[in-house]
C-alpha cells in the first residue's frame, strides 16, 4: 500500500501509525507510480492520532523527534521512506538507535540531517538582502532543502532592527520577520520596490569579492566547492551590475 501525505509531520506521524504492520508500505508526499495491484490511500493529519505516535516515540528517544522534523525538510525524494525507516526501527527496538551506523536506516537518515544541517550553514553566508525604501530587506533564495525558517534565528540576531523576508522560490513560500514576530507564508512571486541605495550595496559586494580575487592564482574547482554554482544566482558578487 501507497500512504500519500502532504508532507507535515502531523500527517506523516498519522501515516507512520496507519502502515505499522503494513511491511509493503511506502510513504510519500510527492508523486508516485503504483504497481499493478498496489493500493493507495491519502492520508490527512489526524492530530490525536500525531500526538499519540509522537508520546510513544518520545518514550523511546524524545530527540527523534526533532531529527524526523529535520528529514522531512529533506530535498531528498526518498526522505519520507528515510523517515519511515528510522522510525520503525526506533519502534522495533524501542531505544535511541542514531549510534548504530551499520544499520541502513540509521545511515540514511543521519545524511539527511547532516545534508540539511550544512546547506543551513553555508546559508548563513550565501544570502543576500537587497534594501528596500522602507528599510525591510528582502533576500530571495532556491536551497536545495526547505530550510528558510532555519535561518530567521541566525539573521535576527544579527539584524535585530530590520525586518526582513527570506523568500525561497523553489518552494513558493517565505520566513518573515516583521521586528517582533516570526511567522512563515505562502510566497509565489514578490514584486520588490529597491531603495536608491541598494545599487551602492551591490557594488559594495563585487568590490569586496574583486578585492579578495586573484585572478592570476584562480581556482575555479575550488571555489565552486565553497560556493556551489547552484547558489550562484542571487549573488550580486556573481553577476554584473
Same mark, same amino acid.
Given at each position: 500500500?501507497?500512504? %500519500?501525505?502532504?508532507?507535515?509531520? !502531523?500527517?506523516?506521524? =498519522?501515516?507512520?501509525?496507519?502502515?505499522?504492520? *503494513?511491511? +509493503?508500505? $511506502?510513504?510519500?508526499?510527492?508523486?508516485?507510480?503504483?504497481?499493478?495491484?498496489?493500493?493507495?490511500?491519502?492520508?490527512?493529519?489526524?492530530?490525536?492520532?500525531?500526538?499519540?505516535?509522537?508520546?510513544?516515540?518520545?518514550? %523511546?528517544?524524545?530527540?527523534?523527534? !526533532?531529527?524526523?522534523? =529535520?528529514?522531512?525538510?529533506?530535498?531528498?525524494? *526518498?526522505? +519520507?521512506? $528515510?523517515?519511515?525507516?528510522?522510525?520503525?526501527?526506533?519502534?522495533?527496538?524501542?531505544?535511541?538507535?542514531?549510534?548504530?551506523?551499520?544499520?541502513?536506516?540509521?545511515?540514511?537518515?543521519?545524511?539527511c540531517i547532516r545534508r540539511v544541517g550544512f546547506e543551513v550553514?553555508?546559508?548563513?553566508?550565501?544570502?543576500?538582502?537587497?534594501?528596500?525604501?522602507?528599510?525591510?530587506?528582502?533576500?530571495?533564495?532556491?536551497?536545495?532543502?526547505?530550510?528558510?525558517?532555519?535561518?530567521?534565528?541566525?539573521?535576527?540576531?544579527?539584524?535585530?532592527?530590520?525586518?526582513?523576508?527570506?523568500?525561497?522560490?523553489?518552494?513558493?513560500?517565505?520566513?518573515?520577520?516583521?521586528?517582533?514576530?516570526v511567522f512563515t507564508a505562502p510566497l509565489d512571486r514578490a514584486?520588490?520596490?529597491?531603495?536608491?541605495?541598494?545599487?551602492?550595496?551591490?557594488?559594495?559586494?563585487?568590490?569586496?569579492?574583486?578585492?579578495?580575487?586573484?585572478?592570476?592564482?584562480?581556482?575555479?574547482?575550488?571555489?565552486?566547492?565553497?560556493?556551489?554554482?547552484?547558489?550562484?544566482?542571487?549573488?550580486?558578487?556573481?553577476?554584473?551590475?
Open positions: 500500500m501507497i500512504y %500519500f501525505y502532504d508532507g507535515s509531520r !502531523d500527517a506523516f506521524l =498519522t501515516a507512520f501509525l496507519l502502515a505499522y504492520h *503494513d511491511e +509493503d508500505a $511506502v510513504l510519500t508526499s510527492g508523486g508516485k507510480q503504483l504497481a499493478l495491484g498496489q493500493g493507495s490511500v491519502f492520508v490527512k493529519a489526524d492530530p490525536a492520532r500525531a500526538q499519540k505516535a509522537e508520546k510513544r516515540l518520545a518514550e %523511546f528517544d524524545r530527540q527523534c523527534l !526533532d531529527e524526523i522534523s =529535520t528529514i522531512l525538510r529533506s530535498g531528498d525524494l *526518498d526522505r +519520507d521512506m $528515510v523517515a519511515f525507516r528510522y522510525v520503525m526501527l526506533i519502534s522495533k527496538l524501542q531505544k535511541p538507535i542514531r549510534s548504530m551506523l551499520s544499520e541502513d536506516a540509521v545511515i540514511a537518515a543521519t545524511e550553514h553555508r546559508f548563513h553566508g550565501f544570502v543576500r538582502f537587497m534594501e528596500t525604501p522602507c528599510g525591510a530587506l528582502y533576500a530571495p533564495i532556491s536551497p536545495d532543502n526547505d530550510i528558510a525558517d532555519l535561518l530567521v534565528p541566525h539573521f535576527r540576531a544579527r539584524l535585530p532592527e530590520y525586518p526582513f523576508v527570506i523568500h525561497d522560490v523553489k518552494r513558493k513560500k517565505a520566513a518573515v520577520y516583521d521586528g517582533s514576530h514584486e520588490v520596490v529597491l531603495s536608491a541605495d541598494e545599487q551602492a550595496w551591490k557594488r559594495l559586494w563585487k568590490d569586496y569579492y574583486e578585492s579578495v580575487n586573484i585572478p592570476s592564482r584562480e581556482r575555479l574547482h575550488q571555489m565552486r566547492g565553497y560556493m556551489p554554482v547552484r547558489y550562484w544566482r542571487f549573488m550580486p558578487e556573481k553577476h554584473s551590475l
